[in-house]
């Protein structure tokens, strides 16, 4: 069980990462008036790297209620 609950873990850890890191290269990177295509972009990793979090946040709430 640890085993598969770490697996999930890490792999909802390395995409929101990656999904934040992602965020942060299309801020600095993009022109200031962005094309509309980067924009939709941009807004889908920043609302992909929020759902990671909450997801880290829920499996760890979920596996600090079973230790409990």
Do not use: E, Q
């Not at 889908?44 to 600090?64: D, E, N, P, Q, T």
């Amino acid at each position: 069980m640890p085993d598969r609950f770490l697996a999930i873990f890490f792999s909802v850890l390395i995409l929101t990462v990656l999904c934040g890191i992602t965020a942060l290269w299309l801020a600095l990177v993009s022109p200031s008036p962005a094309a509309p295509y980067i924009d939709r972009v941009f807004n889908a990793v920043v609302h992909l790297f929020s759902i990671g979090a909450g997801a880290m946040f829920g499996l760890i709430g979920a596996k600090a209620n079973r230790l409990l």
